[in-house]
């Protein structure tokens, strides 16, 4: 849809309704859960970036 020029329309005319569902969970249900550990991630990608002569 365009939003400038001379076949401008205003976005609001396309809009949807957002449809949003909150649920209520037992507390059972998350007993014993913990939260994942954070990943043993060094950075780069696994990338080997050369370092320069005077660096060495």
Known sequence: ???WGPDAQ???S????????IYDLDAS???GWQSP???AYNGLH????AK?????
């Open 1 to 3: 849809m365009p939003m």
């Open 14 to 21: 396309v809009c949807r309704p957002l449809g949003v569902e």
């Open 29 to 31: 249900l998350l007993e």
């Open 37 to 39: 550990e954070r990943a």
């Open 46 to 49: 696994g990338l080997q970036i």
């Open 52 to 56: 320069a002569d005077w660096e060495k």
């Open 10 to 12: 205003d976005p609001l």
